[in-house]
C-alpha cells in the first residue's frame, strides 16, 4: 500500500470520531419500531415521519431517536408549542 493512502486512512480515522464536521442535509430511513416499521425522512433541518403519533404532535420517539443516533450531524428543530 502507498503511503499517501495509509496517511488517507489515518485522517480518516480522525474523522470518523468527529461527527460535528458532517452535516447530513437530506435523507430518508426505514425505522424498525417495536409494533411496527415507520419512514423517516430529513430534509432542511425538519425530520418527518409515517408513524401516527408523528401526524398529531410533529414529533415522535422514532425522529428523535434518531436525532440522538445523528447527534452534531443533524441540526435539530426545537420543539416549538403554537
Ligand atoms: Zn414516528
Do not use: W
Request: glycine share 8%.
Amino acid at each position: 500500500m502507498d503511503s499517501s493512502l495509509v496517511r488517507k486512512i489515518e485522517k480518516a480515522k480522525d474523522y470518523s470520531v468527529q461527527p460535528g464536521r458532517v452535516t447530513l442535509k437530506q435523507f430518508t430511513a426505514s425505522f424498525q419500531g417495536d409494533n411496527d416499521s415507520h419512514e423517516i425522512s430529513y430534509e432542511g433541518g425538519e425530520a418527518k415521519c409515517s408513524c401516527h403519533y408523528f401526524a398529531g404532535h410533529k414529533t415522535c420517539s422514532h425522529v428523535m431517536a434518531i436525532e440522538m443516533m445523528l447527534e452534531g450531524m443533524v441540526s435539530a428543530q426545537p420543539v416549538t408549542s403554537t
